[in-house]
């Protein structure tokens, strides 16, 4: 009996040896062939991004180490995803280019004529035409659209469908009753944006950076960037260690790397001076820039109240169809829109009014708020410290513009910070000890329930090339998820960029502002994480856009971030 018991153990044990082989073995083979095909040259299945197969070229590849392949499958699918029509041949004669004076657009009947009420869409179709009356026959000009009614203090950010035949759809959700107006506005034609395409991949310094290098009595300045040559003059290399953001200088003659004390904004330059006389002409204020293009036909029409035999998930304003046939591509609500002034999210937040200084406090009571970045939310430390005089400010004597600030409300418990985020960032001297990366700074937050953090990294990285944002944001990502895993409480607010429409500088154009503020809403998606639209929220409203919002645009996001904050318990 054993020894037959034996037998089919042995044999067993066998199987079950052979087995685990040949699993480790093809496990093995499998590795060596993934490792094999997964390298970034070799990569040409059918489902990979098409900027792969035409070989991206990435920034700076000479001294940044080149991303992994994940991160070039993202950076192509962030960069396809963007991507407007085939660059026109800069040889287009001005009078071939779209002409807003010539261009119309008429709002489109509603369908089987009906009347409008809340919770339907609305959509305006443009049509573009050449100096000459032509009408185009591709996309790829920059539009923007909005729906308002002053006299309510309303507006809403339309969404504009470039059917690339020269013809656009400006699509609406229906809001709030009463006449609303329809206005469109040409940015740029799409000859402009195809050279503001091109100077953006090709723009490596466009407002330089310095450095200056002490010892002693002996002080050398040199120049400094996220890229510079390496072929010219030994380099310093600041790249940061923990997230691996580059920063270069060109060396000192007669001092070493590290004695370099500060980084300052060393002059500036627009597109202009980068063009010929003839491409500049596709760049003059109010005739191809920023002008309004003129309806056919009325630009208003009359909301009814929302009919109250129509189911709600019918006449809701973001499920609403587009009023279409055959239907419209895919369409994107709104974040929000203005009405009496005040913002209302779309989201199902309710935006609370925090109108007395006291509410503020009551919100913040027992919070640290650290805020990082640029200058646009250095606003929101401004509107705080000001409009809550409960908050006093601890002189720290830092720089006027990067700070750090911080200010305290010791009954209340409330810490406030404010620091700007690393290089590239281009204001007046500043220390390098005071140089921080965000990523680092995230990295250093215990976070919870008491802590709230503010981001808003965008218009600095205007003046290059686009994978360098994402890289930028890809570090900041991964220190958020970081962050959010440690202490899942933690309220994380990610603001956009914002449009400028300045007619002076076109090296902000509001072209490049909204591919800044595309990738990040695609780098944030899917993140416990509140995106602020300040794209949407300078858009809608009616006072003129600004690179830095006016104060009543300010006190909507505040009340956005708040309400963020200290939420009510449910939508009414």
Known sequence: MWNCQSKYVCIFLL???????????????????????????????????PCLDRKL?????????????????????????????????????????SDPAHSLFAILPAGGGRERHVGDQLEALVLMNDFQGRPKSRGG????????TPELGAGVAGQVLDHLNGTYSAIFPLLWEGSVWVEVTLVHPSEAVSLLRRLQEERLNWVPSKSLFRSGLLSETTECNLCLPNNQQPLCDYTDPRTGEPWFCYKPKQLACDTRINHFKAGSQTYLQHLTSKEALFFQSGININVHIHATGSDSVTVLPKENDKPDEESSSVAA?????????SWTPPSGYYYQGSWRALDGVLIRQFNDPAAVIQCLKGKQVYMY????????????TSFVPELKKFNLRSHVRAGPFMA??????????????????????????????????LDGLAGGSDTVVVISVSTHFSFFPLQAYIRRLRRIRRAVVRLLNRAPGTVVVVRSANLDQRKDNFINSDWILTQLYRVLKV??????????????????????????PAPPIIKNMINTILSGVCPLSSRT
């Open 15 to 49: 199987l079950a040896l052979s087995g685990l082989f040949f699993l480790f073995r093809n496990i093995n083979i499998l590795e060596w062939k993934l490792n094999s095909t997964l390298d970034l040259s070799s990569i040409h299945s059918e489902g990979s991004p």
């Open 57 to 97: 070229s990435f920034f700076c590849s000479h001294l940044v180490q080149e991303p992994s392949t994940q991160e070039a499958l993202e950076d192509c699918s962030l960069l396809e995803s963007i991507a407007g029509p085939e660059p026109l041949p800069v040889t287009t004669p001005l009078d071939q280019t």
């Open 141 to 148: 000009d920059f539009l923007l659209a909005r729906l308002h």
């Open 321 to 329: 169809a587009p009023i279409r046939t055959p239907p419209l591509p």
């Open 373 to 384: 970045g640029d200058s646009s939310v250095r606003q929101y430390y401004d509107y705080l």
């Open 408 to 441: 305290v409300n010791i009954p209340n418990n409330i810490l406030l910070k404010y620091r700007c985020h690393g290089p590239p960032i281009f204001w007046p001297p500043l220390s390098v000890s005071q140089l921080h990366y965000v990523a680092n700074e």
């Open 523 to 548: 780098m944030f998606r899917g993140l416990d994480v509140m995106l602020l639209d300040a794209w949407e929220m300078t858009l809608a409203h009616h006072l003129p856009h600004d690179l830095h």
